[in-house]
Nanobody, 123 residues
Framework: QVQLVESGGGLVQAGGSLRLSCVASGLTFSSLTMGWFRQAPGKEREFVVA????????VHGGLVKGRFTISRDNAKNTVYLQMNSLKPEDTAVYYC????????????????WGQGTQVTVSS
């Protein structure tokens, strides 16, 4: 059974930082592209960042480049999203996604999804 479980969300003040984690099970993690998406209330789910299986290629969404960093630890089946200089507009549910293909910036490219973790940035 495939599972992606996110953690690390919460409430933070503008300018602060959070690190999200996503642990995968039931998959060969080291062969997967891992991505992060987010969805704010009333909006479509949007791409944040994705990284290929060996960490050698990263694709960023335009809104967060320079502030958010993806990394992965294949030994722990875990992908991370380090979020710095957070803004109120970063408030959203953040989702981890996985797929065996190369990094893409749209939801349809990802086969597996987590349940999401809420990030709230106060002004």
């Amino acid at each position: 059974q495939v599972q992606l479980v996110e953690s690390g969300g919460g409430l933070v003040q503008a300018g602060g930082s959070l690190r999200l984690s996503c642990v995968a099970s039931g998959l060969t993690f080291s062969s997967l592209t891992m991505g992060w998406f987010r969805q704010a209330p009333g909006k479509e789910r949007e791409f944040v960042v994705a990284q290929n299986s060996n960490g050698g290629r990263t694709v960023h969404g335009g809104l967060v480049k320079g502030r958010f960093t993806i990394s992965r630890d294949n030994a722990k089946n875990t992908v991370y999203l380090q979020m710095n200089s957070l803004k109120p507009e970063d408030t959203a549910v953040y989702y981890c996604a996985a797929d065996p293909t190369s990094p893409r910036d749209y939801t349809g490219a990802y086969r597996y999804w987590g349940q999401g973790t809420q990030v709230t940035v106060s002004s």
